[in-house]
């Protein structure tokens, strides 16, 4: 059986959440599709340390703020989850769930999209499938030799798994930095973290709005044609959440630069120095999810799909939200897909009427 409707939403995280959000506000017949059996979409598999780069009030989704947690100015990922529950709640947004979306097709004057549960019929699809569940792991020699345990940053949980382990933390982004301090904090831990670069940390008074200003900078000057952007911040800046700030201020976070290959039982610089590793922690991003797009044959020789705003520029009838900044400037964050998710559905709304 085909269930007709407006818009489908893939995706029941953050940006499906914002983008029923202004489907709603726009009077579309819309459903949500949820991979996930409970709210709260990739936050809820997240490490327990995890937190904010900003304050509560400045990672809302649009029309609610989010509150303040007590005790913490950055939010933990529980709170977040606590948040996109409220949220969904208190929208009454049609999430379907668990629904998995397998394919979406063209169909004539619609699109079919094929889910685990039955098919529905829309006029217009939003993606917004995200990132979390397509973990990139780089083509390092050796990978296949190292007899040791490793995991993607998807993987980890908690410090307490690693007792007594030498472990690698590989990444200089803002994930391998809380990881590599959450490690570097408990005794018995011996820890190696490397880097492509020499790690940027962002001065201690500034947070995570400083990364949504700067992309949002960066869409700007690509928009316009020039390559300065300008501003205090990059988006490879490392936000010195207090974790992140307490370890490198004691000395336990130093960073090495990234080995050449690993070995049996550890890794090697091109220098020949070695080091032995029970565990590789690769926190080294993602790729957009989009193989349920692969029917409608629109992806680019390096796997994204190329857009006009969140509009697929190969079929008008698709929008992408929240895989990044080719999807609208700091799209992939809570604080940043309120405006491309607006902008979304407002031309829906204007193509269908």
């Keep these: 059986m085909t269930h007709p409707v407006d818009v489908v939403v893939a995706g029941g995280g953050q940006a499906g959440l914002a983008a029923g959000y202004h489907l709603r506000r726009n009077n579309l017949d819309f459903v949500i599709l949820d991979a996930q059996s409970t709210p709260g979409g990739a936050w809820q598999h997240t490490w327990g340390s995890l937190h904010l780069f900003s304050p509560a009030a400045f990672s809302s989704l649009p ?14 990922a529980g709170h977040v989850v606590e948040y996109l529950t409220d949220y969904e709640q208190r929208y009454a947004l049609p999430v379907h769930r668990p629904v998995h979306v397998r394919a979406v097709r063209r169909d004539g004057t619609r699109l079919r999209v094929e889910t685990d549960t039955g098919d529905w019929s829309a006029r217009a699809v939003v993606s917004a499938t995200g990132t979390w569940w397509r973990p990139f792991l780089p083509a390092v020699p050796g990978r296949e030799v190292f007899t040791g345990r490793q995991l993607h940053t998807t993987g980890y949980r908690r410090q307490s798994d690693f007792a007594g382990q030498r472990v690698v933390v590989v990444g200089g982004g803002n994930s391998g930095a809380q990881i590599a301090a959450d490690l570097a904090t408990r005794d018995g831990i011996d820890l190696t973290w490397v880097t492509q670069r020499p790690p940027r940390f962002l001065a201690d008074d500034i947070d995570g709005r400083a990364l949504f200003d700067a992309a949002t900078a960066r869409r700007r000057a690509l928009d316009e044609g020039r390559t300065d952007t300008g501003g205090v911040a990059s988006l490879g800046d490392i936000v010195a959440v207090p974790p992140v700030r307490a370890a490198r201020d004691t000395g336990l976070l130093k960073a090495q630069p990234m080995f050449e290959r690993l070995n049996a039982d550890g890794i090697r610089w091109s220098d020949g120095t070695t080091a032995r590793a029970d565990t590789v922690i690769w926190c080294t991003g993602f790729r957009p999810a989009l193989s349920h797009l692969a029917p409608l044959g629109l992806r680019g020789v390096r796997g994204h799909i190329a857009t006009h705003g969140t509009r697929a520029a190969g079929e008008p009838r698709l929008h992408l939200l929240g895989y990044g900044d080719w999807t609208g400037p700091a ?6 897909v309120g405006r491309p998710a607006r902008e979304a559905a407002a031309a829906i709304a204007e193509l269908l009427t």
């Design 331 to 336: 799209s992939a964050t809570l604080i940043g």
């Design 63 to 76: 029309g609610r703020i989010m509150p303040a947690q007590r005790g913490q100015e950055y939010p933990d």
